[in-house]
């Protein structure tokens, strides 16, 4: 029997309800699936009890599929808990699961037995080609679906990929399916009402690390300037939003497509962050860090990676050590907080790699002092991650554990919970770290935070972070990092902010 399909789109809970932002992912896939279709959001950072209101939806309507966004780390385990409820309560409602979970680990999704397909990469086209297929309307065989990777019996099929678009947008993207939309403002320090946006898709670099490059393989598309100026004409006059995060996975793209974007943003003057990489920052023309200026730019998250030269072109990441440097500098004279990642912790050289990346960082903070560092483990995806154009290229030496035994990735959703597992997704630990490794890590980064307290912490009263501040301030012009033990105490009163928890 042939019916108009309807979606339910769900969002199981990662992040807590105040750090919630629009859930773009699933807007994106509502706008596509209603135009052919009808879609209904459940966004589980919103609605704490999202399990009983899922099943309380399904019971209410005919749902055609359920589509769960997945990705990697926290998110799993609620994931698992919605997906199983709806087996048992609705066996015969098919499941779903999308985002960066089952497109880079796409078998061990599928090897749930809640999971009946896995879409990869993109989702519009290739959800609205699956449900309206089982909906009994027109539409590609299974077979024919891009993007889908799906059970046939015993085995699980994998379809071709399907090239990344820019979605179609002929309209805003549905915030009322939200409910008030005004639900998602944020008081950050951009401003007291920030809101997310993603105005392009993909980025064009191919970081053998990255999640990105994965998902995307080094294609990124960039929306036509009327499309972003419509978009915050409805966000900052008809919303009231008052600032911006953007999470496009690489903002400042080729200089030549960014102008025009940025001429928008600089008439809206809303403050802003973005991802960005420090080439793009240095090679911007002046005119160009005028626009920059005059949109109010105020926070770009830089990947800087790591110290070491060789690492950066073995991880194909395309800038080097000394451009993390020049834009640390370039970044306080246009004032920009630059927010520099590291991955430290390496399966190779463990300490040493880790040891050079602190020094690395006082260097920049003796540049600028307001840079903010977040430090992750470097965790590398297990090589059936990667791209297929990337996969066969550069072989990864095997990943072995403290005992030198080789690592070996969960085959089920279920492993991914583990603590140990999260920690990797999360990139916050590793199989190849020693307790003394790991704690030097902590306690590192317990004095840098506390003697250079983040910019994004607007709760701590001043007071507090220059007592703090002050405290830690032998211990870091000494290096004596380690067990700081009155800094952990005071802490636990002032609790501190810290960037990599609770920013993206
Ligand atoms: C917002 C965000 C978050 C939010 C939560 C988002 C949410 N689900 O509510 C928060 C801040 C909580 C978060 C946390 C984490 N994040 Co995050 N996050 C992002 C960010 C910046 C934007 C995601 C987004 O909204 N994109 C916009 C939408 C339109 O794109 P999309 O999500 O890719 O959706 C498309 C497809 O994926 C697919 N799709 C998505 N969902 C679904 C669902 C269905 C049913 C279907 C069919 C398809 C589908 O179709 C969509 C439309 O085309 C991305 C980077 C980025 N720019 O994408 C990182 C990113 C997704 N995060 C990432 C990671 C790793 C994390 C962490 C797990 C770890 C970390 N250290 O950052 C943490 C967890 C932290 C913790 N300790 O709790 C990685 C994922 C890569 C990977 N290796 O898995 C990314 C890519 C960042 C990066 N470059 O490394 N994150």
Known sequence: MSQSPHTLLINPTITSRTSARFPLALLHLSAALDRTGSSHIIDGNVDRDFISETLAAIERNRFTAVGVGVMGGPQVAPAIAVSKAIRERFPSTPIVWGSYFPTLHTNTALAAPYVDYAVRGQGEQTMSELVALLGGQAAPALADIGGLSWKNGGTVVHNPNRRIELPASDAVLPYDKLGDPRRYFARTYLGRRTVAHQSAMGCRFRCTFCGVAAMFGGATFLPPAQRLERDLKYLKHELGADSMQYFDHNFFDREEDMVPLLEVMARFELPWWCFARSDALLNLSE?????????????????????????????????????????????????????????????????????????????????????????????????????????????????????????????????????????????????????????????????????????????????????????????????KYDRPWELNLANRFVRLRMPQVSGL
């Open 287 to 479: 005119s160009s860090w005028k626009l920059v200026r005059k949109s109010r730019l105020r926070m770009a998250f830089i990947g800087a990676e790591s110290p070491n030269g060789q690492m950066l072109k073995e991880i194909r990441k395309g800038t080097r050590p000394d451009q993390t440097l020049q834009v640390a500098e370039l970044c306080r004279r246009n004032g920009v907080i630059p927010e520099l990642s590291f991955m430290v912790a390496p399966p190779e050289n463990t300490e040493e790699e880790t040891e050079h990346t602190f020094e690395f960082i006082r260097e920049l903070k003796r540049i600028n002092p307001q840079s903010e560092i977040i430090i992750y483990v470097y965790t590398p995806l297990p090589d059936y991650s990667r791209h297929e154009k990337d996969r066969a290229k550069r072989p990864m030496a095997p990943l072995l554990d403290l005992h030198g035994e080789p690592i070996v990735f969960p085959t089920t959703p279920e492993e991914w919970t583990e603590p140990r597992w999260v920690g990797y997704a999360c990139h916050t630990d590793a199989p190849w770290l020693t307790d003394k490794l790991r704690r030097r890590i902590r306690d590192f980064e317990t004095v840098l935070r506390c003697h250079f307290p983040t910019a994004q912490d607007i709760r701590s009263p001043p007071w507090a972070k220059r007592s703090l501040s002050a405290m830690a301030g032998w211990r870091y012009h000494h290096r």
